[in-house]
């Protein structure tokens, strides 16, 4: 039984690996809502133009990453990363340096450009809440880690990631432009204060499950997966107080079957026309400056981006160094 | 311990139906075992040549307790999985076949529906909003929304649904050899039914709830999908803890040394059943 299940798995993955291994060029991301986006405004766009097919496939994973590039056999072409794991893999030579005479990056936002990645859009983690399902909505950091005036489940990022350390500095009362170095001490002792109620939600699907069957009528979201909810009929409240910005980056693995056309795409897919669409779509930021002129203004204004006032940057050089430290502890917490 | 399997049953035959198994035996060898061989091995020698991450894993209390949670999660799936599946296996191994042949049918059909697609089910129901709260409520059972998922209860529930074929199957096996006329004359010499259960058909179905135990054990030992949907982050098990260091810390080495540690455990409780429990011998 164990054997045949292990060789019927085996035959899937190889004929999966066959598939990838054909001229089309493949785009890796996270899935859901937000792949469906990518595929649509970049993708298609890109096949459209470039007569080159784009495979999608997902989710992103580092370890499958890591794996092809020490095998030599790298089935990804694209990969849309988080912003501080494309520090961290360029500095370990597990990503393509980026061909900036076919990709433009004058008109990057500068923040999320590296030799290796330049940005794939902008997010904040901000405090959503499902207003059918209680009588108030926590409006602050602070406010979501209160279970005495908001008792009930709240919901947070499960992996360690930029996010969740932060807002619990925040909401223990570090300023905001005092957060890094990050005291982890604090945090995860601000954080002890309510992990009997969190439930972790590990991919953005399951933070809009949680939020829509008020499993937990609050949390810590991606903005993006916030307006997608709305959309459906969700009464989502969101609260910008603090929110907290990352962006997301486009890699090509080292030793990519495709480099070429990956370069092509990745020009296609920042391009300002590729990034205001995909933003509209999604309620993501576009990292292309020239992007805003071509967006509707009302829905412009609604985008992280322009939620500065009380905004805070989480800094990515600080997370790519500290990755590994701060990953090890986090999940050590968890299972405690 | 697919091979295992393999070259066991190579043992009890002749030598020259070898050849047969050798298509078989080379995938795994080169899909299987060579890349866990390559991942163990990494795990003395990342990030430098040493035991040290035998030594992180095994001195630290975070992780004692991921090991330890995985054997008190796999023994209560599998207490609770032989006391559930018995009756049933008992009542089909009793039932005219026609009937017993429908709801072997049913058993089974569940067995090849998607594990996922069963697991989200799962969360569907359980969770504090689900049906099964919403009905417990609506009757006026319950006030608060009980905690089924997200915990042990949670995984318990899960796995035991996942595993219960495992142990009826043999049970069933195992009870229909039993001949019905020795519980007659266990009734006969004034045996209750308690007695005659407890006295006689136990005992001899014994051996059918060992080989259903441990395989649910060993089983449950190395599950990764169903914890890590419906249990929490205290509930973390071996497998979770091994995709944890491959996929998010990018840390083979301790990788590979969780998944040794799961390894050994499973092996030698496959020793266990081999010198125990072998069919084969007749015991």
């Known amino acids: 039984m164990k054997s045949r299940l292990v060789i019927a798995l085996l035959s899937t993955t190889l004929l999966l690996a066959g598939n990838a291994a054909a001229e089309d060029l493949v785009f890796t991301s996270w899935g859901g809502t937000t792949q469906d986006a990518q595929k649509t405004y970049w993708a298609d766009a890109f096949t459209a133009e470039s007569n080159i097919a784009v495979t999608q496939d997902g989710p992103t994973d580092y370890g499958k ?80 880690f209160d279970t005495q005036k908001f008792p009930g489940k709240r919901t947070f990022y499960k992996w360690s990631a930029p996010g969740v350390i932060e807002a619990a500095l925040l909401a223990d009362g570090v300023a905001a432009d005092k957060l890094y170095p990050l005291d982890l001490d604090r945090a995860f002792r601000k954080l002890d204060t ?38 459906t009929g969700v009464t989502v409240e969101t609260s910008w107080t603090n929110n907290i910005t990352a962006a997301d980056s ?47 203004a009302e829905l412009r204004s609604s985008l992280p981006d322009m939620q500065a006032d009380t905004q805070v940057n989480a800094d990515m050089g600080y997370w790519a160094e500290h990755r590994d430290e701060i990953g090890t502890r986090w999940y050590a917490w968890q299972a405690k | 311990m697919a091979v ?57 209390t975070t992780y004692l307790r991921v090991f330890l949670n995985t054997f008190m ?40 529906t998607n594990l996922l697609a069963r697991t989200y089910a799962w969360m569907v129901l359980l969770q504090r909003t689900g049906v099964v709260n919403k009905t417990l409520m609506g009757l006026g059972l319950i006030d608060q929304p009980l905690a089924l998922v997200n915990n042990l209860v949670g995984v318990t529930i899960g796995m035991t649904y996942i595993m219960l074929p495992f142990v009826i199957l043999p049970l069933m096996g195992v009870i229909r050899a039993i001949d019905p006329a020795i519980l007659r004359a266990a009734a006969l010499c004034g045996a209750g039914r308690l007695q005659c259960f407890w006295r006689v058909l136990l005992p001899l179905s014994l051996p059918g709830i060992a080989a259903g135990a441990l395989m649910v054990f060993v089983m449950s030992l190395g599950y990764f999908v169903t914890p890590a949907l419906l249990g929490g982050t205290a509930n ?18 301790m990788g590979g040394a969780a998944a040794l540690v799961l390894l050994v455990v499973t092996l030698a409780l496959y020793a266990v059943q081999l010198r125990y429990f072998n069919p084969a011998r007749g015991t």
């Open chain 1, 194 to 231: 309510i992990k009997a109620d969190i439930v972790w939600w590990d991919s953005g699907a399951q933070s809009q499950q949680l939020l829509a069957s008020a499993e937990a009528p609050f949390g810590s979201f991606w903005n993006g997966r916030l307006t997608a909810l709305a959309e």
């Open chain 2, 236 to 253: 973390m098990m071996l497998a979770e803890l091994v995709a944890q260091f491959v996929q998010s810390l990018v840390n083979w080495g």
């Open chain 1, 65 to 144: 990453i890591k794996a092809m590039v020490e095998a030599g056999n790298v089935t990804w072409d694209v990969v849309d990363v988080e912003g501080d794991y494309a520090v961290q893999a360029g500095n370990a030579g597990l990503l393509e340096k980026l061909d900036f005479s076919v990709i433009d990056k004058t008109k990057l936002d500068p923040r999320f450009v590296t030799d290796y990645s330049v940005g794939s859009f902008y997010y904040s983690f901000v405090i959503g809440c499902n207003k059918d399902a209680v009588e108030a909505c926590p409006k602050t950091w602070a406010d979501l």
């Open chain 1, 250 to 296: 486009l890699v090509v693995p080292k030793g990519a079957k495709n480099k070429d056309a990956a370069m092509k795409f990745i020009a296609q897919a920042t391009s300002d026309q590729a990034q205001a669409q995909f933003a509209t779509a999604t309620g993501y930021a576009p990292i292309n400056l020239d992007a805003s002129t071509l967006m509707d």
């Open chain 2, 73 to 112: 999660v796999a023994g209560v799936v599998t207490l609770v999985s032989i006391v559930i599946g018995y009756p049933v296996a008992w009542l089909l191994a009793i039932m005219p076949e026609r009937w017993s042949r429908i709801v072997l049918a049913i058993i089974i059909l569940s067995m090849w």
């Open chain 2, 4 to 60: 295992t399997v393999a070259t066991g049953a190579v043992k009890t035959k002749r030598e020259g139906t070898f050849g047969y198994l050798l298509p078989a035996l080379l995938l795994i060898a080169f899909f299987f075992i060579v890349p866990v061989l390559m991942l163990l091995v990494r795990s003395v020698l990342e990030p430098e040549p040493g035991l040290q991450n035998y030594a992180v894993l095994l001195g630290s």
